[in-house]
């Protein structure tokens, strides 16, 4: 990644429907490691070498040929790793934000895709009931911490994992996880399961693959659901781990499945009704890591991978 | 694997529900052989060294003190590798046969255990829809012969593997299939996947694992299903082969699930309502390899792994 200064053309032709943005913050998600280079079947299209990267991130719009938008409208969605941006919006790329009253970085996280990730991973995907063991990996990130936290309202019994002792505390003393581990530090991921889990797992969160998804999966319990979110650990491998322990699939019955938020868009105005209330009212615990400048995005970005982030990883751009 | 002569006791004491069998036809299953070694969380108990081992068969009854079974009844379900067993049947380990107007060792295969396995890995799992496309690997086997002429009734575009030309050429010829492949003969599986499936898979059913399922993966459709039946491949394996490909779980939203004959077993009278006719009009094509003799039953089963069975391998062990 460069920085380089050069100019657009910030209007929005007659009869086009494209939007000018400001951008205000950008959004450092994992996914977008996967568009940098050829992964087979992934679900982005890949960056294109020369331009400005493109990711989730909260804007001002400055100018508008599409109607859904006017002049001034605050919006969050696809956008540019860029001060401006010109975009052509659909309904699953552009969204209006209409509550001010939260601080507009959180729609690039619990009130943007993977607050959304979290909601429909966790509710759509996994099947939860309440009491049901819940283990989630990279767990402090932006899906995680959500995740647990619904868990928790639900009544489960929730661990999450994470990759240092200031993100398990938080864990347990800020987002309400039954029990934290450090994974760096558990040399057999098996005997952490067993321990944490004596009766083992009925859902799984996985945000890592590799290593760890063999290691839960002989510790799922019959039945159990696995929502495949993410497999963080795996994006910047050359070769992928392998994973060995798939008969367990069979032998627990056990149902695992991918999914990607933007199927499932038109539930966002149900999301957002269920959680903005939970925020005002101080019952959802949100943390982010902001980062300042445009400049500072590329580092940012690239901290994704070794875990330098606590909790959603945001790069401001300007106050307005 | 020894044959062995000794005499066991065959009475049924009084009070007791144990039911005493003649053996007739033995069942050989790829399962069996996970029962051979400590698979981390194989869904039976692994056999007892120095006892006769146990699986599916067909019998006659000689003696019960389980009011649901009498003298004279044919049954089948779980029971010894010997000529004549003394079993304790639970509901689903021990089945009456009502027709008998059908080859008896259909019951232990279409009729049976593989049959209920087709029925409901293909109509419960799989969700499939007429026109999807589907693939079958281990497609001339007990299970996979049928799932490919479910999916053809259905509607749906079926392409089979097996191991030899002549298999290949019967699940053409005999079942149906719209293509089929010897998986020895293509040294690029994914170019074959390509060549079959121009617009990928929506229905995997399982039987194979290891580097089949890799293979399968990147060729899947999005929202395609793949029902984990079996892993064949991996049972004779000190180690199993790593899966690399997981990633498309997410990138195409695939469904993958584990499932067990023995948590559907209610379901059987229906399937039995649908199956039986069909055999009887000759609208469903079923292949046995009969084996003959107790002591042909080890090499029977070991010839599984090899693919030297042509169909369902069977073992006779009397003609009532």
Redesign the interface.
């Known amino acids: 990644m460069e920085l380089k200064n050069s100019t657009i053309k910030l209007d929005a032709p007659k009869g086009s429907n494209v939007v000018v943005l400001k951008n205000l913050y950008l959004s450092c998600d994992p996914y977008m490691r ?1 568009r940098m280079k050829k ?5 982005f299209d890949s960056f294109t070498a020369g331009s400005p990267i493109t990711g989730y991130g909260v804007a001002k719009v400055l100018e508008s040929g599409d109607s859904n938008f006017e002049k001034g409208d605050l919006v969050w969605g696809l956008t540019g790793w860029e001060e401006y941006s010109v975009v052509t919006p659909t309904q699953s790329t552009l969204f209006k934000i209409h509550d001010k009253d939260v601080p507009l970085s959180y729609y690039t996280g619990i009130l943007g895709m993977p607050g959304m990730t979290a909601y429909i991973g966790f509710y759509e995907i996994c099947s939860p009931k309440m009491g049901e063991t819940v283990y989630i990996s990279a767990a402090s990130g932006a899906v995680g911490q959500l995740v647990g936290q619904f868990a928790k309202m639900l009544g489960c019994y929730v661990v999450g994992s994470a990759g240092s002792k200031e993100k398990v505390d938080l864990l347990k003393s800020k987002f309400g996880f039954d029990e934290a581990f450090n994974y760096k530090e558990e040399h057999d991921l098996d005997a952490a399961f067993k321990r944490y889990f004596p009766d083992g797992i009925d859902i799984y969160f996985e945000n890592v ?1 590799g290593k760890m ?1 063999d290691a839960v999966l ?1 510790n799922m319990k019959l039945h159990g659901r696995i929502a ?4 963080i650990s ?1 994006y910047n491998l050359e ?22 938020v933007f ?1 499932h868009y038109h539930l966002y105005p149900k999301y957002l009704e269920m959680i903005i209330p939970q925020i005002k009212d101080g019952k959802i615990a949100y943390i982010e890591d902001v980062a300042e400048g445009l400049e500072n995005a590329p580092n940012a970005l690239v901290g994704l991978f070794s875990g330098r982030n606590v909790g959603k990883q945001v790069v401001m751009i300007s106050r307005e």
């Open positions: 996967t992964i087979e079947g992934s679900y693959g998804l002989v495949v979110c993410g497999m795996q070769t992928t781990e392998g994973v060995h322990n798939l008969f367990c699939l069979i032998t627990k019955r056990i149902r695992m499945e991918g999914f990607i199927d």
